[in-house]
């Protein structure tokens, strides 16, 4: 048997809901060895973020390099950089070690409004990492911050995906979330056509790591030999029912339930 290897280069989340945290128990639920490598120490809940300790860049190359010494991930997935030195890194090594299936979640701010990558950060996520992105998955605002414009409707969408798609990344989802209305509607770029993946949105405050979850959800699913749309689709409905099943945990923005499928159904009774 052959299980499929994913590694996350990510944020750490003491409080579980995000970050690497957040990544290894996606993988874990939708079948597959989760491996991390940690690019900053934060201090944070559900409510707020409260620090952030940043890994030295070397350190970070040292855990990369250490990893692919004994196991090729099937997909990498990146998350909180925190800095251009360690995008610089992950991008180089990106590149000596060729990435399969590199998912880019271009994380810049907490959903508590904690902002998790320097903004001199910006422009080396634009030209060192993103070019590298097998798949990347902005939302609507770090979308915006990486084009330097507003996204006002679906016509903008489209065309950010596209200019993030000329930038070099082979496959391009801005999110939905942030947008108004009863549907959330994902947008995918293949680099030729645009595929739409809407679902209903669940009124919730447990929803904190659902870009990591979304981004850990598609690495997952590449990793297991899925084609992009596939991919992104089943992504998609993995985290509509984390969603919808989750538990109240901590006294802000909880986190979503990634075992739904595993656990008794009777945690919120």
């Known amino acids: 048997m052959t299980v499929p290897t994913v590694l996350s280069i990510a944020g750490s989340d003491p409080s579980g809901g995000a970050g690497i945290q957040a990544d290894l128990k ?19 809940n559900t409510r ?33 950089l925190a800095s251009a030195e360690i995008i610089e890194i ?39 990492l993103v070019p590298l992105a097998h798949v990347l998955t902005p939302n609507l605002p770090e979308a915006e911050e990486l084009l330097g414009r507003e996204l006002r409707d679906d ?21 939905g979330g942030h947008r108004e209305g009863d549907t959330v509607t994902d947008v995918l770029f293949d680099g030729e056509a645009f595929h739409d993946f809407s679902g209903p949105r669940i009124e919730t405050t447990s929803t904190h790591g659902t870009g990591c979850t979304f981004a850990s959800a598609i690495a997952t699913f590449l990793a297991r030999g899925e084609p992009v749309p596939d991919a992104v689709g089943h992504a ?15 006294g802000g923005h909880g986190p979503v339930h990634h075992f739904w499928a595993h656990w008794d159904d009777d945690l919120n009774a």
Do not use: C, W
């Open 26 to 44: 996606t993988a874990s639920a939708l079948g597959a060895y989760g491996m991390a490598v940690i690019t900053a120490l934060t201090a944070q």
């Open 90 to 128: 992950v991008a180089a090594k990106a590149a000596e070690h060729s990435f399969r299936n590199l998912v880019v979640d271009t994380v810049m701010v907490a959903g508590s409004g904690d902002r998790l990558l320097r903004e001199d950060a910006v422009q080396a996520m634009r030209q060192k």
């Open 155 to 175: 016509d903008d969408i489209r065309e950010a995906a596209r200019e993030l798609a000329a930038m070099g990344a082979r496959n391009v989802v801005i999110k």
């Open 48 to 80: 707020t973020v409260a620090g952030v300790h940043e890994v030295p860049a070397d350190f970070v190359a040292l855990q990369i390099d250490t990893v692919f010494a004994d196991i090729t991930p099937d997909a990498v997935k990146t998350g909180m």
């Open 236 to 250: 998609k409905e993995y985290l509509t029912e984390a969603l919808r099943r989750a538990y109240p945990v901590g």
